[in-house]
């Protein structure tokens, strides 16, 4: 597998947290605009933000939690050369699921669904996970 095609989910999740961020901003923007956020409090309390607000910070910060794991095990994957087909296929399907997960957090933020989404994505990164430790486990020694 090419560094790549490896990369190439990494910085499709990397535009994501941007995508997410840009929004964040323009939700805290329109709030501050119209005048029903009082800033001083703000600065010390998230939960001085309206809804619309705290949703989106709410979905950047998860940018920030599920993915790291994805960003440390492509790292060692590129490192130890565990990086295989199967490797992008999924990191693919866990990018998808992030994407998901954040569309439903910054829009109708039904739980079930985004839920759904990030159970899907926790369960591909696990599994990703799994197959990077038993390569790493059971890969011939080096002389």
């Not at 669904?113 to 890969?139: P, S, Y």
Request: aromatic share 10%.
């Amino acid at each position: 597998m090419t560094v790549t095609a490896i990369l190439l989910p990494v910085l499709a999740q990397v535009a994501l947290t941007f995508v997410v961020l840009i929004r964040l901003g323009l939700a805290r923007l329109a709030a501050i605009r119209e005048g029903g956020v009082a800033r001083e409090r703000v600065a010390i309390d998230e939960t001085a933000w309206p809804p619309r607000a705290r949703q989106a910070g709410n979905c950047f910060r998860n940018q920030f939690e599920l993915p790291v794991l994805f960003y440390v095990l492509v790292a060692l994957a590129l490192l130890t050369r565990q990086a295989d087909g199967l490797f992008v296929l999924l990191s693919w399907l866990f990018v998808l699921s992030r994407a998901a997960h954040a569309l439903v957090h910054v829009t109708v933020n039904d739980v079930a669904w985004r839920f759904a989404a990030f159970a899907i994505g926790a369960i591909v990164l696990l599994i990703m996970w799994v197959i990077f430790a038993l390569a790493i486990l059971f890969a011939p020694a080096l002389p």
